[in-house]
């Protein structure tokens, strides 16, 4: 089965003003961004674009500036996740109704504690794929706190139209994401990463075709997977070596904050601001993480100057 999406996927931050508002124009400034980095599409309202601290209204709101804005220019990831099947799939409706390409979705899940058994989780997913007529990607992330294990994941992706996609960012991903494609073929339509990209290396050499990390560098990240995918193994690695170290960079001392911080820095953003009761970044971290980046001339750094 040939991929209808592969390769760089970012996660967009939503974008605030100084006091915790929805910068629309920052948002849309963000877009155009990651297109012009070279990003094969994009991913909205992920838990790293703070989902989890906007209201219904406000995710509403970001999501038709955002599909309005790239009108089309590259595809749109909508994350639509919430703990009610009917819920999720109305989210999802409505995503697809207002021009997403797929829909990714967590498993139910509701603080330490809630959860769902493994046959309401197929039942969960199926009516949701239902509603829609796009791709559903599952994203198998430890947030969740939910065991995907890849036998189940496959079954899904045999059994429910509309789930051919997998986001896996749990521990040893490239070892499920290998198992997923020998016991899938071609119904893994796409075996992905996540993670900011920290597995990204030995995930592609385990089957990985796309990847969906942190917004704040999508031309690095281009640098490894694009000739990965083409067959240029040596000049992948040699990427992948330059740029890990931001890499690790953003996934162990900034999370969420680094593409905001990095866009604000090269005037793509007026506020790099997160809501309470996230706060900023200590200034040794934030200083750290643009030097880093400094040293490996990013767009980000450059766009908005």
Not at 55 to 71: C, I, K, N, S
Not at 103 to 118: D, Q
Not at 168 to 192: F, S, V, Y
């Amino acid at each position: 089965m040939a991929a209808r999406y592969r390769g760089v996927f970012p996660v967009a931050p939503t974008v605030f003003d100084a006091e915790g508002r929805l910068d629309l124009d920052g948002q849309r400034r963000c877009t155009d961004f990651i297109i012009d980095a070279g990003a094969d599409g994009m991913c909205i309202l992920a838990n790293w674009s703070e989902q989890f601290a906007l209201t219904d209204a406000e995710r509403e709101t970001v999501m038709h500036a955002v599909l309005d804005h790239v009108a089309g220019r590259v595809p749109v990831i909508v994350t639509t996740t919430h703990f009610g099947s009917a819920v999720c799939a109305e989210r999802s409706a409505k995503a697809e109704e207002a021009g997403a390409a797929m829909v990714m979705v967590m498993p139910p899940y509701h603080g330490a504690t809630f959860r769902a058994t493994e046959p309401a989780i197929f039942d969960f997913f199926r009516t949701v794929a239902a509603a829609v007529t796009i791709p559903v990607m599952i994203q198998d992330a430890p947030v969740a706190g939910t065991p995907l294990p890849p036998a189940f994941l496959v079954r899904m992706a045999k059994e429910i139209p509309g789930i051919r996609y997998f986001k896996i960012e749990t521990a040893q991903a490239a070892a499920k994401l290998r198992e997923m494609i020998r016991l899938g073929g071609d119904a893994i339509e796409g075996p992905w990463d996540g993670e900011e990209g920290i597995t990204l290396w030995p995930d592609l050499e385990a089957g990985a075709t796309g990847t969906m990390t942190g917004a704040g560098y999508p031309d690095g990240i281009a640098k490894i997977i694009a000739p990965f995918l083409a067959g240029r193994r040596e000049e992948a690695i040699e990427a992948h070596m330059r740029w890990l170290p931001l890499i690790n960079y953003e996934n162990r001392q900034c999370g969420l904050q680094a593409a905001k911080i990095l866009m604000e820095e090269g005037g793509v953003i007026k506020s790099g601001a997160v809501r309470h009761p996230l706060v900023p970044l200590h200034p040794a971290i934030r200083a750290g993480l643009i030097e880093t980046a400094r040293r490996l001339d990013p767009l980000v750094l450059r766009w908005g100057k």
